[in-house]
Structure formats: C-alpha cells, structure tokens
C-alpha cells in the first residue's frame, strides 16, 4: 500500500478508536456494544500498542481491575453511565459479584477466550521503556496468572482442556460447532428477551431468536448457580480457538515471568503449555477434515465441523504433532476457505450451515484474519499472508466492519467497530 495511502488509513482507524475510547477503556462499537468485552480489549491493546501505548496498558488495566475473587476476568464490564443500550444489561447479572473489588463496575459471569496475556506481552514489547516506568509487568502479571489459575482449576474439562459453559464465551456466538448442544437447551427462558442489537444490524446478520431464548436459558441457569462452575448447566464444550490462545497466552506467560526474573513459573507456565498444545493434538485433531474441531465435555463426543476457530492451532505450528501444520496450511489454502472465494470464511464455504451474511455462520472477521496472519508470517508463507491482508486493506473504505462478506466483501454487521479498526493498524504500521 502506498505510503499516504497508508497514512490515511491509520488515521482514519485512529479516528475510530478515539470515538470508542472513554477514558479509561475501549467499546467495542458504540451503539451496539456500549460496555467493556473482555477479548475486544485485548485485540483494541494489540493495536493501540503503536500509537498510544499509554492506552493500550490502561485498557487491559481496566479490564482487570473487574477481575473476580476467583480470579475470572469476566466477559462484560457493565459502563452504567452511558446510555446505550444493550441486554442483558448489568440488572440480569445482579450488581458485582464474586467479591469483585468495592466500587467495581458491574459485570457479566461470563467469560471469553484467554488472549489477554499474549496481548499484554505484545503491549509490553511495544514500549519496554513506559512499560517498565507504570510497572505494568509487575501489576499485572500477577492478575493473569490468577486469571490461568482459574481457568485450570475450575475450568478443565475431562480431557484436560478449558470447557466454555455458554457460546457467548466462545466469542463465536453461532458458530455451527455449538448448533448441537444448544439443541438441547430448551429455547425457555424466564427473563423476557430484549433485542436493541436489532437497531444496529440487520436481523439476517445476528443469531435468530431461537437461539437468544437459549443463550439466555443458559445464563440463567449459571447465574441462578451462583456462577458455580462445579454446577453442571448444560453446556459444556472444549474449543480449539479457547485452547490455543490459552496455551499461546501461557508462553507470554512464561516470557513475563522470565522478565520478572521469576524462572520457576516461566518453567511452570512453559510446561502448562506443552500439556493444553497435547490435549489439543490428543483429542481435537479431526484427519478427514484436515483441522482441529471441538468437543463437547458432557458426552465426550467430537463436533466434526470445519470451522476458523480449528485453523487457529497453526499459531502453535512449531509445537503440534509432525505433518499438522502441513495439513492445516492446506487447509486454510484450500477451498473451503482462502482458496475457495475472496476472505477468509469463519464457517469452510463446505459446511452445510455455511451462510456469507450470518455472524459467525460463514462471514469474515477480522479478529481471525489476524490469528492467522500471524501464524502464516511466522511460518514465512508470504503468499498467505498477501491474502490475508487484503481484507485489511478493504477495512477502511468499508467503514471499519464488524464482518464482510467472504465472497463480495459486502460490509456486515455494526460500522466502526474498535477491533477492525485496531487489527488494521498493526497490520499495517
Ligand atoms: C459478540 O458477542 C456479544 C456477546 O458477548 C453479542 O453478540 O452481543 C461476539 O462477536 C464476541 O466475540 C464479541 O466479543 C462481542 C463484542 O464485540 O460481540
């Protein structure tokens, strides 16, 4: 891209992520995300670290300083002052909980896929010096080691992998990896089903309503356990996308603790590591398809759909099983996804509920982009990552999307959304 060019795309991303910013951390989108997520921020940090490293350590600050007494950083952090709408709203929740902090904004049970350490490390990297004078390592190291902690202790499933007890901790809402447990969730929930992300995209672009009764009969059924994780609540699934950024998370892990001159737990987090890339290799790794699938945790059965989120491992390339990172290069290649149309698909262009409009059903994200373009970098395919860029490239005259269409790059879902804007940004700085 030419170099003006490339100027006005930062500060047209730039422009985006200063909107979305309220002092203290980022919104997804305002309007139809008008709180703090928990893996947003992480992906706004990933970004900002080039232009306001200052930014990008308060955000992920902010973010835990929600962190739960058990150590759960949580999937929302209720804003109450502002005044969009979203559900469920902090009410559905009931307030802090979980012995959060006095005078802690309220916030979700919830969680969402572990990519905070990796970003910190890469937020760290991108500024040592600052980093060092807020002693952001040596504040918050700690917290994402507690945060691990959590997910090892209360979160390991039956073959040793993190077990999500909600899609919406997924990330990916509606992926086809969750249509069959969700099938047996009854479609009843007590509390009646408000719709305000209906106001900022078009209906053909969320999940249906089906599938909201479920995720709140879910929520409900975790909430009204108290967030329990020993309660059993009917959904219980292991995701390859959820493992890997926990095990590429775990190695920052280990990096932070070397610099803290800590080696004991760098050994220890190097070595938690190496046990979720083996649980990944031992039981998600689907021959035929070519590509990590998951697993549901309450019948020991795999879901053998080809979905993004089993491509996501090829960021753990060197420390797979012999020939899988072959096989998953392939596969990203083929024509399922990469080969088969313009982006990146998050369902293959082959499943039968592949849909180019719906969320996490067929559209691509950029967040997956991303993953990948750092996975195929690493591994020095040049020709990938020329691919995989072009959808960052198509970002800004589209309006910074939430997701495009894989085939046309139609922009899909909200406008302005704070992690196209930021992926965008370290992908081309
Ligand atoms: C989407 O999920 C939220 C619930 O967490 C929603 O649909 O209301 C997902 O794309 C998720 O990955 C993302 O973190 C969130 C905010 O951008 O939106």
């Given at each position: 891209m030419h170099k003006d060019l490339r100027e006005d795309v930062a500060d047209a991303a730039s422009r985006v992520l200063d909107a979305s910013w309220t002092g203290s951390h980022t919104v997804p989108a305002t309007g139809l995300y008008p709180h703090q997520w928990s893996w947003d921020s992480a992906f706004v940090a990933i970004g900002n670290r080039h232009r306001a490293p200052h930014r990008a350590r308060t955000e992920l600050r902010t973010l835990l300083?929600?962190?739960?007494?058990?150590?759960r950083v949580p999937q929302i952090v209720y804003d109450t002052a502002r005044g969009d709408d979203y559900a469920p709203g902090p009410e559905f929740w009931g307030g802090p909980r979980g012995g959060a902090p006095a005078g802690s904004r309220p916030t979700s049970g919830l969680v969402q896929p572990p990519l905070h350490a990796w970003a910190a490390w890469l937020v760290h990297c991108a500024d040592p010096a600052g980093s060092v004078r807020a002693g952001f390592l040596a504040r918050t190291y700690p917290r994402l080691a507690r945060w691990h902690e959590y997910l090892r202790n209360r979160r390991t499933g039956s073959v040793g992998l993190p077990v999500t007890k909600h899609p919406w901790e997924t990330g990916t809402?509606?992926?086809?990896?969750?249509d069959a447990a969700l099938?047996?969730?009854?479609?009843?929930?007590r509390t009646p089903v408000r719709r305000p992300d209906l106001a900022h995209a078009g209906a053909g672009e969320r999940p249906g309503s089906r599938d909201y009764r479920r995720y709140y009969r879910l929520a409900e059924a975790y909430r009204d356990a108290g967030?329990?994780?020993?309660?059993?609540?009917?959904f219980a699934m292991v995701c390859p996308l959820f493992g890997t950024l926990l095990a590429v998370s775990e190695l920052a892990l280990a990096r932070m603790a070397t610099t803290l001159s800590d080696d004991g737990a760098a050994t220890a987090h190097t070595a938690a590591a190496a046990r979720v890339v083996a649980a990944l290799d031992e039981h998600l790794w689907d021959e035929d398809l070519g590509l990590y699938v998951a697993l549901d945790d309450t019948t020991g059965e795999r879901v053998r759909r080809a979905t993004v989120n089993g491509l996501v491992p090829l960021l753990l390339a060197d420390r797979l099983a012999p020939g899988r990172a072959e096989r998953l290069l392939a596969t990203l290649a083929g024509p399922g996804f990469l080969g088969g149309g313009r982006y990146l698909p998050s369902?293959?262009?082959?499943?039968?509920?592949?849909?180019?409009?719906l969320y996490w059903r067929g559209p691509a994200w950029f967040n997956m982009s991303w993953l990948l373009l750092r996975a195929v970098g690493a591994l020095g395919r040049d020709d990938l990552v020329a691919r995989l860029r072009e959808q960052f490239a198509a970002a800004a005259p589209g309006g910074f999307p939430e997701y495009v269409d894989p085939d046309t790059g139609t922009p899909r879902g909200t406008r302005q959304f704070s992690w196209t804007a930021a992926l965008t940004l370290d992908v081309l700085l």
């Open positions: 300083d929600a962190q739960w007494a058990d150590g809402d509606n992926s086809p990896l969750w099938e047996r969730v009854p479609p009843l929930a967030c329990d994780d020993d309660v059993p609540v009917g369902t293959s262009r082959h499943d039968p509920a592949f849909d180019p409009a």
